[in-house]
């Protein structure tokens, strides 16, 4: 078998056994190497051959639709309801069903226990049986969320939003000081500097045939919120009894108390 390995690509009429997700056959491969060689799928040449779930496994299935109906149920209230209070709880709940449904699908992959045994089984018949190793190229998509306060919840609502929400992957976070001066002319002339923290968020993450870039920062929402502070704190000195810049005598401060 080592030396009938097909390294350039020839046309087969295959009949299949695909260790993949997506297949529904038998899973995990009881062995994952063939010579050292990766092995991702094995072929025969004479038809499909399929060994059934047990029970266990038929069981968590049933059990994911069911929480991936549940899910879907709150994210329809989360989308369509107008209050804050309420939308926090559907935040909760939907995290929740979101950590049951992640340990399903890993209980689901563990249930899924076959031997060699059980690959003799969907051999047996078989003319010719090929051992498949794939090299493909994943596309790569990056995608540049709205700005937010919070941008690790920008990122999760649009996961959720486009059913991705089970690729965890990886966040990393950049941070940098930004400094927003606030200046007033009147009733005199004073700059105030303050500093802030802006943040970038990016989460990595590979599916089956994509590679994710999702990233989120909180630069625009913080500067509106200091434009906000400006006009207050402007707001608030002009109705200050004893205003900044101006000279008073005792009598008069006085009075004004």
């Known amino acids: 078998m080592e030396n009938n390995i097909i390294k350039e690509p020839k046309l087969i009429k295959l009949g299949c056994y695909n260790a993949t997700s997506h297949t529904g056959l038998v899973l995990p491969l009881p062995s994952k190497t063939f010579h050292e060689i990766d092995i991702d799928a094995i072929y025969f040449d004479d038809g499909i051959r399929i060994i059934p ?12 639709e ?3 109906k549940i899910q879907q149920q709150h994210q329809k209230q989360l989308n369509e309801s107008e209050s804050e209070m309420f939308k926090t709880f559907l935040k909760e709940k939907i995290n929740q069903v979101e950590e049951e449904i992640k340990n399903l699908q890993q209980d689901i992959i563990k249930s899924q226990s076959y031997n060699i045994e059980d690959l003799l089984k969907l051999s047996n018949g078989a003319k010719k049986i090929y051992l498949f190793t794939f090299n493909t190229i994943k596309k790569t998509i990056h995608i540049n969320l709205p700005e937010s306060l919070n941008p690790y919840e920008q990122i999760r609502d649009w996961k959720r939003a486009n059913n991705l929400y089970a690729y965890e992957g990886e966040y990393n976070r950049e941070s940098k000081s930004g ?13 105030i500097n303050i500093s802030y923290a802006i943040n970038l968020l990016e989460n990595n ?18 500067r509106d919120i200091l434009m906000d502070y400006q006009k207050d704190y402007i707001a608030w000195l002009n109705q200050c009894y ?5 000279t008073y005598q005792g009598e008069t401060i006085r009075d004004k108390f």
């Open 205 to 222: 993450f590979e599916t089956e045939d994509k590679i994710y870039r999702i990233t989120c920062q909180d630069t625009k929402p913080k």
């Open 179 to 191: 400094n927003s001066p606030i200046t007033i002319t009147e009733p005199a002339y004073k700059e």
């Open 66 to 68: 069911q929480y991936q």
């Open 242 to 246: 004893i205003k900044y810049g101006f």
């Open 53 to 64: 779930e047990n029970q266990k496994t038929q069981s968590l299935r049933s059990t994911l």
